[in-house]
């Protein structure tokens, strides 16, 4: 019972942790880069963004090995972190998907997902 706590305690703080990577991750225009993309994924009707892994690295390196170490639990996180960014943007939107998918780019190891 302990350890379910402490992992649900854990995955709350990743999420949180993801969507201030989404809120607040600056590209070197000092543009809001994340937020730039969940507004084009509303703008375009879809339910997927690209993160590129070398930004994600620079944001938070433990968050960053965790998404390496924890493919499974990564993908349901950010999507989680994806309708908290959207319901900011447009919360009407979340009307229109269940889940919201990441693609990554450039991930630095060969990652076996299933």
Do not use: H
């Not at 993160?51 to 924890?70: R, T």
């Not at 999507?79 to 998907?97: C, D, G, H, N």
């Amino acid at each position: 019972m302990v350890i379910e706590i402490e992992e649900s305690i854990e995955a709350v703080d990743r999420v949180d942790e993801i969507e201030s990577f989404l809120k607040e991750f600056r590209s070197e225009d000092g543009k809001l880069k994340y937020r730039e993309r969940v507004r084009l994924m509303i703008l375009e009707n879809r339910n997927d963004i690209e993160v590129d892994f070398g930004d994600l690295i620079m944001f938070s390196p433990s968050l960053a090995e965790f998404v390496i170490n924890n493919p499974d639990k990564t993908f349901e996180m950010f999507s989680e972190a994806i309708k908290r960014v959207v319901e900011l943007e447009y919360p009407e939107y979340l009307e229109k998907f269940n889940t919201y998918v990441v693609r990554f780019r450039d991930v630095p190891y060969l990652v076996k997902i299933r």
